[in-house]
């Protein structure tokens, strides 16, 4: 019910080792601005009832085996309800949050807000990347500023160029 800071809070773990938040509340204001999380997250049927915020949060490399049950980040049937906002952001444009795979599933469609800027978002599963994306159309989800949700590359390709087009170029 109180105020949950993490923030500054640093997650070592064994090579065996997961941080899992399971069946909590967070009923107020939850802070994991620079939070380092070294290995496998779980946040799994967590209620998120006020204002959360994952800014600037580690989600460093991941040795632990436990990651291979599922992503390295997962927030399983979380819940979002009316009036709470959960915000993902980096304040570093250069450097996106989430640098591995990332799954996100609700209880049910969430009533609060949902806000992303500076993620990449491409690192979310297909399946949860496509419901989020579902979910931004009706205003519950932001998929704001800097958010790398299409990531295409064309192979190298030589181009002759001629001094009558140069400007083109």
Not at 121 to 146: D, P, Q
């Amino acid at each position: 019910g109180g105020i949950s800071d993490f923030s500054d809070a640093v997650f070592l773990l064994g090579k065996e080792s997961s941080v899992s938040f399971l069946h909590s509340r967070f009923e107020d204001f939850a802070n994991f601005e620079n939070t380092r999380f070294h290995g496998h997250v779980e946040f799994r049927e967590v209620v998120f009832g006020s204002v959360t915020e994952f800014i600037d949060t580690a989600f460093d490399s991941i040795g632990s085996s436990a990651r291979y049950r599922g992503a390295a980040v997962e927030f399983a049937s979380i819940a979002v309800p009316s009036g709470a906002t959960l915000t993902f952001k980096s304040t570093d444009p250069q450097k996106k949050l989430f640098e591995h795979d990332v799954q996100m599933s609700f209880s049910e469609d969430p009533a609060g807000l949902i806000r992303f800027e500076n993620v990449n978002f491409n690192m979310l599963s297909t399946k949860s990347r496509v419901r989020l994306t579902r979910l931004a159309t009706s205003g519950v989800v932001e998929i704001g500023a800097g958010c790398i949700k299409y990531r295409h590359q064309t192979a190298s390709r030589t181009i002759d160029v001629q001094e009558g087009n140069l400007p083109l170029v």
